[in-house]
């Protein structure tokens, strides 16, 4: 979400109902283009994961959802079920959303000659969604369907195959940290957390706060221990880590992340401006170890899965000794 897939739906559905558009943009001044920046546009639909005690269907969560909007439009889902008070829940798109959807979009158009369905993360809609299949197959007249997702992979298959997929790039390390700075944040911080954020504006602002990483020495210590195979000090190190509680384990988990990732791309690219000279010689000892491509590969994606375990609060402690043992069988082949 952090490449801003869903500012490009709005911006998207807000061109398709402006009334008077130039070649390249929605004019931003039409009455349309109004209510679509506050997210009022009734021919603009929404539909979303929620839990269901907060609702019945999505339209019961348009406060929140339009609040959560206008705050960012570079939010997850943890960011999304946290802004509605329910981080310990499971979000869903149930059957009665789905059919609040269809009825929905079955009639007419109210303002404008097109109705707009934004379904963000459509990774939610379980075998309930299939009944939205035959609309999606073939939609009323006018009706455009816009499907925001973060993994299209954990989409139905049934549902993936009758859409059009597009993928939204990283956005760039120089657009994001301009767009940091802009937010007052102070430009050596910015260039750095835009370049270790991987094109992520979501990121990038969480990685401020760390830029001057409390987390090296201690990721420095594991990979250190994993390569040399002392087991009893990765263990150790998966207790220690796995107690830093759920936030604060995620951001060291993505520093983590963005560590292997520098030394995977360096393998590439001799270019590292942001690192601190400290990230930089350890990083230039790892690449001594010659690790091969491949691994490192398996290495990034075992980090990345136990992140996303971790976010799904799966068992810290369990889910780091089994990334300890991944990266020590990975690290020396
Ligand atoms: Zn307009």
Redo the contacts with the bound molecule.
Sequence with gaps: MGHGSLALALAYAKLLT????SEQD?????S??RKNKTFTHPDVHFSFPFPSSSGDTASDLLGPWREQLSETLYFNYEDWMRHLGSENKQGNIPIKECRSIIKSLSLKPFESARKILILWMPEFLGQEGNVLLKMIEEPPAGTIFLLVAEKTERILNTILSRTQTMRIPPLLISDVATALEQKGIEASAAARAAQLCQGDYRHALQLIDQVQSPYFESWKGFLGNAYTRKMDQVAAWADEAGSLGREGLKAYMQYGLALLRAALLHEYVDQRPEWSPQEGDFLDKFLKLNVDIDAMDRMVGQVESAIYEIERNGNAKMILTTLGYGISKNIRN
């Design positions: 402006c009334q008077q558009p929605a004019c931003g001044e039409c349309s283009c």
